[in-house]
């Protein structure tokens, strides 16, 4: 109890000296303390005029500075008025520091049971910019994630025929030891995609465009 009251005053000390660290409550109670120039100052806040003019960082603020509204105990109320939790606050403040969200780099080294929590956390972190106006920094992380996702799942249909469970293309598989003729000619558009072991066999996986010769034809 007794740290918790110098732990206050210490706060409130900083807040008559600076006004840049505040505190504030989120929607269910919980304490978090928010520092305004680091927020003013961060490179991925740009163009969330909306978000600055709410925390009264704003330069640009064509209505003028207002002081954030308080509650009995001092501390700012927009997270709670918002209905932000303090997990929704982490994963936002997790975005502004690194450019990323929980589980994002665990994913990106390959740990592709984090997919569902990062993407959860995209999730979140998008409805909580909504709440704050939109920042422009989220909606380009969120289109490059899922654009390169895309990206991936193209490459794995490109790569072998059970994964081309649309049937884009036609294939052929060539154990390794074939004779040379067993093996599909570039001339008619086949390129190898792939190459697997089955059984202890080296196999090769061949594709080609099913209009492969369209560009022939049309010349013809």
């Not at 956390?121 to 899922?146: A, H, M, W």
């Amino acid at each position: 109890m007794e740290i918790c009251r110098c732990l206050n005053d210490l706060i409130a000390e900083v807040e008559k000296q600076t006004n840049l660290i505040v505190r504030a409550r989120t929607f269910y109670g919980t304490l978090i303390l928010i520092d305004l120039y680091k927020l003013k100052n961060n490179p991925r806040l740009e163009g969330a005029e909306v978000f600055k003019m709410l925390f009264g960082i704003s330069d640009t603020d064509p209505f003028g500075k207002f002081p954030m509204g308080k509650d009995k105990e001092g501390c700012i109320t927009i997270i709670r008025d918002l209905v932000i939790s303090s997990k929704e606050w982490y994963i936002f403040t997790i975005f502004l520091n690194t450019e990323c969200v929980p589980g994002y780099d665990d994913y990106k080294l390959g740990k592709e049971y984090k997919y569902n929590e990062v993407s959860s956390n995209i999730q979140t972190l998008q409805e909580i910019c909504c709440k704050f106006g939109g920042v422009p920094s989220v909606d380009v992380f969120r289109e490059n994630f899922y654009n390169e996702e895309q990206k991936e799942k193209a490459k794995m249909i490109e790569s072998t025929p059970e994964n081309d469970i649309t049937g884009k293309y036609q294939w052929k598989r060539v154990k390794n030891n074939s004779s040379p003729h067993y093996f599909p000619d570039d001339r008619f558009g086949w390129t190898c995609a792939s190459s697997c072991v089955i059984s202890g066999n080296i196999f090769h996986n061949y594709r080609r465009d099913w209009n492969w010769n369209k560009e022939a034809l049309d010349h013809t």
